[in-house]
């Protein structure tokens, strides 16, 4: 069989093959000098591809709350509320903080809302955990477009909103978080209505040097009795420099609990070269009762011009004169405003809260009712609902709620100075209340006790004996 004649196809491809095999050659660098004219359009290629890489489109955009921009846009006001609710967060407290913010909230609405419009409160729950608490806190801002954020127990998850807050610029009031970081790292978004660590831990040497030598033997000397699982703590560490910062001589004895036998630790206290000013049982549950009156027992109380401060669970008046029938001159000491120190709102709040919980609220139940209607008293001031308007409202707070009167001394116009005011000032309340109240008499309901101090809240002059 004849072999076949090429086809034009064949005859096509035959010529693509030498076109590009001439194509290859020509790309071939050579040394020839008649290429240098060219270096000009080459020149202007990337000067045209400039512009290419710095296209702002390429950026994405900030993440923006969706607060509306005016009253007139808003159908509602929003506020998130970020709690323990469920474990392994401190859900008692979380409950605590959810009834007294549904009270405010209910309130506000009965009595017609902020600006006319219905308060909504949308919590969510941290579980303690602040890695959730800060996903929650970005939903609040970019979902649920809430005007502020209150609530948070704990302190890891308050630190977690906080620096969530300030960056997607939310106005937010810690009501019950206490580490000094949350407000000495200087967000201008975040307030705090709760005392921080170190007011706790300066409140007994404050009180000291104010009562100053009580058994007039020319020293003031303090004993503190602390749960020795405890004594290696940053609060004893704190306590005992505020101590030394106001010259009160002090020797912390640690006791090993539970017991119900202290003459040991009361021994040691006999044998002291000096008779203390003031005895602190810094020690949980009813231990510290039984304490109190094994030292009384020794021959040492205010008969002999020494103080015995007690824990909060002295204020359980019946079982406290039960245990302690001597306990006359007794002081108690106290976290959140005292039937004698609230407002009258405050002791609306009070009876209702008990309808609930059938108890006198807890200071971060007070934190919490309030810190709505310091919302609602800053959007009533704002002139819109954004975060930096409403931020700028709460730094001009100056208004007497549930737990007394709220403003705010150190902001971004009088920033605290490190040293007569520390970095934790910084929007901080200052008057959160931190008390010593005094059974002045025996068998006195604890209810009718007198605050002795601080002097903002004082009832009585201090201290009581009769």
């Avoid at 401190?90 to 009270?103: H, Y």
């Avoid at 649920?144 to 106005?171: Q, S, W």
């Avoid at 978004?189 to 030598?213: C, S, Y």
């Avoid at 006359?328 to 407002?343: C, Q």
Wanted: net charge negative; hydrophobic share 45%; aromatic share 8%.
């Amino acid at each position: 069989m004849p072999n076949p004649k090429p086809g034009i196809a064949t005859t096509c491809l035959i010529a693509c093959l030498l076109l590009l095999a001439c194509t290859a050659t020509v790309q071939e660098p050579t040394a020839a000098p008649t290429l240098a004219p060219v270096t000009v359009p080459v020149t202007v290629e990337v000067t045209r591809i400039v512009p290419q890489q710095v296209i702002v489109e390429t950026t994405p955009t900030p993440p923006q709350a969706c607060v509306p921009a005016t009253f007139e846009d808003a159908q509602a006001i929003n506020i998130g509320a970020i709690l323990p609710l469920s474990s392994p967060g401190s859900l008692l407290n979380g409950f605590a903080m959810q009834t007294a913010l549904n009270i405010a909230v209910t309130e506000l609405n009965e009595a017609g809302g902020i600006r006319g419009l219905p308060v909504r409160l949308i919590t969510y729950d941290s579980a303690g955990q602040p890695e959730q608490a800060a996903a929650y806190a970005r939903r609040l801002i970019m979902e649920d477009c809430v005007a502020a954020i209150t609530g948070l127990y704990h302190n890891r998850t308050a630190l977690a909103v906080a620096e969530k807050a300030a960056n997607l610029d939310m106005p937010l009031i810690v009501a019950g978080a206490s580490a000094d970081s949350v407000t000495a790292a200087q967000y201008r978004q975040v307030f705090r209505i709760a005392p921080t660590d170190t007011m706790l831990a300066n409140m007994p040497a404050k009180w000291l040097a104010e009562v100053g030598d009580y058994n007039q033997d020319g020293m003031l000397f303090v004993v503190p009795i602390i749960d020795s699982r405890t004594a290696d703590s940053a609060h004893w560490q704190r306590m005992q420099a505020a101590f030394d910062e106001f010259a009160i001589r002090h020797e912390i004895l640690p006791v090993d609990l539970p017991s119900s036998d202290f003459s040991s630790v009361i021994a040691r206290i006999v044998t002291l070269e000096h008779l203390p000013d003031a005895i602190f049982i810094l020690t949980g549950g009813e231990d510290a009762l039984e304490m109190h009156a094994q030292i009384l027992a020794s021959g040492i109380g205010p008969q002999k011009n020494t103080l015995i401060i007690s824990n909060e669970s002295a204020l359980d008046s019946d079982l406290f004169w039960r245990l302690v029938p001597d306990g006359a001159g007794a002081v108690v000491g106290h976290m959140g405003p005292w039937a004698k120190t609230v407002s009258p709102q405050g002791q609306t709040f009070a009876i209702k809260y008990a309808q609930y919980m059938g108890r006198w609220p807890e200071a971060h139940a007070f934190a919490a009712y309030d810190s709505v209607y310091l919302i609602a008293d800053a959007l009533e001031r704002s002139s819109t609902p954004t975060g930096p308007d409403v931020i700028a409202a709460l730094r001009l707070a100056n208004v007497t709620l549930a737990a007394g009167r709220y403003h705010f001394p150190y902001t971004a116009d009088k920033p605290p100075d490190g040293v007569t005011a520390p970095d934790f000032m910084w929007q901080q309340w200052p008057d959160a209340p931190m008390l010593y109240l005094q059974y002045a008499e025996p068998g006195q309901p604890a209810n009718e006790m007198p605050v002795i101090w601080p002097q903002i809240y004082r009832t009585a002059d201090a201290p009581v004996i009769r």
